[in-house]
């Protein structure tokens, strides 16, 4: 005779934390994602044309200064033209 299988019963609490964690971490990335792509309400092709006119920077602090200057100086010409 062999004996009966005995199934493991999942806990409830572990089935909770796991679901809770995931959705942390579901929003947690789609949050990130949506970040990216708003960015302060700049249009992404102006950022890509800031990031490529200022890739000759060597270091970083210089090459985000000179994305944000080029950015706010077409936030003004893009004012002042309207």
């Known amino acids: 005779m062999k004996p009966k299988p005995i199934l493991t019963r999942r806990r409830i609490g572990t089935a909770l934390l796991a679901t809770t964690l995931s959705v942390f971490v579901t929003v947690g990335l789609i ?7 708003q960015r302060d309400g700049v249009l992404f ?12 920077r060597a270091f970083v602090a210089d090459r985000e200064a000179c994305v944000r200057l080029r950015i706010a100086r077409s ?7 309207r």
């Open 45 to 56: 092709e102006e950022v890509v044309m800031a990031e490529h006119a200022c890739a000759d």
């Open 31 to 37: 949050g990130a994602v949506v970040g990216v792509f």
């Open 75 to 81: 936030r003004i010409r893009g004012a002042a033209s």
